[in-house]
């Protein structure tokens, strides 16, 4: 006969967007999908792997964008190891 699965609710999660019918609604078996905006025209709408080489995307929830300095500002560092402090200290920021 037909094999049945149990799965927690909790594992289950449903994804609702605009713009298409449920006829044109799939399933999406080992992976994810995620509700954003593509950033730009020439990204990707969906990426597919393999077994053998498998999608890697880094999930970020900081902005990539450097921090602009005010005009006329200018950081002079001497010391290389001073750049590493720096550099953690604005991801603190």
Do not use: C, W
Not at 27 to 48: H, L, Y
């Amino acid at each position: 006969g037909k094999q049945r699965y149990k799965y927690p609710l909790s594992a289950i999660h449903i994804l609702k967007a605009h713009g298409k019918s449920s006829l044109e609604s799939h399933f999406v078996a080992g992976g994810f999908a995620i509700n954003a905006m593509r950033a730009a025209q020439g990204m990707p709408t969906a990426v597919e792997g393999s077994v053998d080489e498998p999608i890697k995307i880094a999930l970020l929830d900081m902005n990539l964008q450097r921090h602009r300095m005010a005009m006329g500002v200018q950081v002079v560092v001497k010391d290389p190891a001073e750049i590493e402090n720096i550099k953690k200290r604005e991801m603190d920021i």
